[in-house]
């Protein structure tokens, strides 16, 4: 729970990082291409945020997986006795 959270908020800043990086590049120009940009920026960002959210999502699953394993293994519970 705590690495799809992490996910989300790495995702959400790059996704706030990409969007106002596209929207200061078009500052100056003002106007449409401004909106244009920072559209733009922030459908780039979604896409790449979400991917690390997914990313991160995944590495939870994996390490979710590992510890079922290890709590289930004969060796964990002849370590514990």
């Known amino acids: 729970m705590k690495t799809t959270v992490l996910g989300f908020l790495v995702g959400?800043?790059?996704?706030?990082?990409i969007t106002a990086v596209a929207a200061l590049d078009a500052f100056a120009a003002g106007g449409l291409v401004l909106l244009a940009?920072?559209?733009?920026?922030?459908?780039?960002?979604?896409c790449i945020g979400g991917l690390i959210?997914?990313?991160?999502?995944?590495?939870?699953?994996?390490e979710k997986e590992t510890e079922e394993v290890i709590a289930h293994s004969p060796n964990a519970?002849?370590?514990?006795?």
């Open 12 to 17: 959400a800043i790059f996704t706030i990082v």
């Open 37 to 46: 940009s920072v559209v733009a920026g922030l459908a780039a960002g979604l």
């Open 53 to 62: 959210a997914a990313n991160f999502a995944m590495l939870a699953t994996g």
């Open 77 to 81: 519970a002849g370590a514990a006795a």
